[in-house]
């Protein structure tokens, strides 16, 4: 009754409690975690499913080889997908603080240049603008990219469009909830 393709209900728990806790780790950049998990999730799928692992490996090397081929292939080119979706929100912050650096150079005296004002303010990743800086998060996406494809394509999408709904669409009414409920406390000084 409880059989999906023939396997239970427990194995597609399973499954997925795995790829939710590495999606989650993964997104963290939690290298030790993921591969722990990975490995744990295996054995215990080995275990409990009692697939012929080893077996199979020993019986398919070509296969194994092909498979382990097509996955570095698509981690390669999830990396640099995943790299032009970084880089796009290392502009867009580089763009606003330039922005805001520009209007207000005169507070930051001895600062000669935008790279010093972002050396000075801020020791964020984003002052990088080598991509040395992003090498091993690189390594990382594409040795585990389906969590990490998945995740960037759930996530900013969904992100974005509840940042447009408060900040554009309904910026109005919490402004107008904030002056009623604490506005009158504020400017009555």
């Known amino acids: 009754m409880f059989l999906l393709f023939g396997f239970g209900l427990w194995f597609w728990a399973i499954i997925l409690v795995e790829f939710c806790l590495l999606t989650w780790f993964v997104e963290e950049e939690w290298g030790a975690a993921s591969i722990v998990s990975l490995g744990a999730f295996l054995v215990l ?4 499913a009692d697939v012929p692992v080893w077996t199979w490996i020993r ?3 070509g ?3 092909m498979y382990c ?4 292939i698509i981690g390669i080119a999830w990396s640099v997908g995943k790299y032009f979706f970084e880089l796009r929100k290392i ?3 580089l763009k606003e603080k330039k922005e805001y650096w520009a209007t207000n150079k005169e ?3 001895g600062v000669q240049n935008f790279k010093q004002y972002l050396e000075k303010v801020s020791s964020s990743t984003y002052n990088k603008s080598d991509f040395e800086g992003s090498s091993k998060k690189l390594v990382f996406w594409a040795s585990l990219w389906p969590p990490s494809m998945f995740w960037t394509i759930l996530n900013d ?3 974005k469009f509840f940042k ?5 669409v309904f910026i109005g009414i919490y402004r107008s909830m904030h002056k009623k409920m604490i506005g009158d406390l504020i400017d009555k000084e």
Do not use: G, H, M, S
């Open 107 to 109: 507070k930051y005296d």
């Open 63 to 65: 296969q194994l080889a």
């Open 45 to 48: 799928l080995w275990w409990l």
């Open 157 to 159: 999408p969904i992100r």
């Open 59 to 61: 019986d398919n090397p």
């Open 69 to 72: 081929l097509y996955y570095v």
């Open 164 to 168: 447009f709904l408060i900040n554009d």
């Open 91 to 93: 502009r867009k912050y």
